[in-house]
């Protein structure tokens, strides 16, 4: 079954955003790889692909999740 997740920014966690960005991406590759992603993006404050300074205010990720009976 997949689950969304609705991650919501706190004001300012831009740059923590940036400096975790590369792991995450790493971390959704192998999800994607393993089936267990459906998609993933984040919420930008502007309706553009490089928000700049503006930033995000969360993200969501859509994946499986599996659960042992």
Same mark, same amino acid.
């Not at 590369?22 to 971390?27: F, L």
């Given at each position: 079954?997949?689950? &969304?997740?609705? &991650? $919501?920014?706190? %004001?300012g966690s831009l740059e923590k955003r940036l400096a975790a960005r590369? &792991?995450? @991406? $790493?971390?959704l590759r192998a999800l994607q790889s393993d089936g267990r992603l459906l998609l993933a993006? %984040?919420? %930008?404050?502007?309706?553009?692909p490089? %928000?700049?300074? &503006?930033g995000f205010s969360g993200s969501?990720? @859509?994946?499986?999740?599996?659960f042992s009976r």
């Open positions: 079954m997949f689950y &969304a997740i609705l &991650a $919501e920014d706190v %004001p590369p &792991a995450h @991406v $790493e971390r993006g %984040p919420h %930008p404050l502007t309706d553009s490089d %928000p700049g300074p &503006a969501l990720i @859509v994946r499986r999740i599996r």
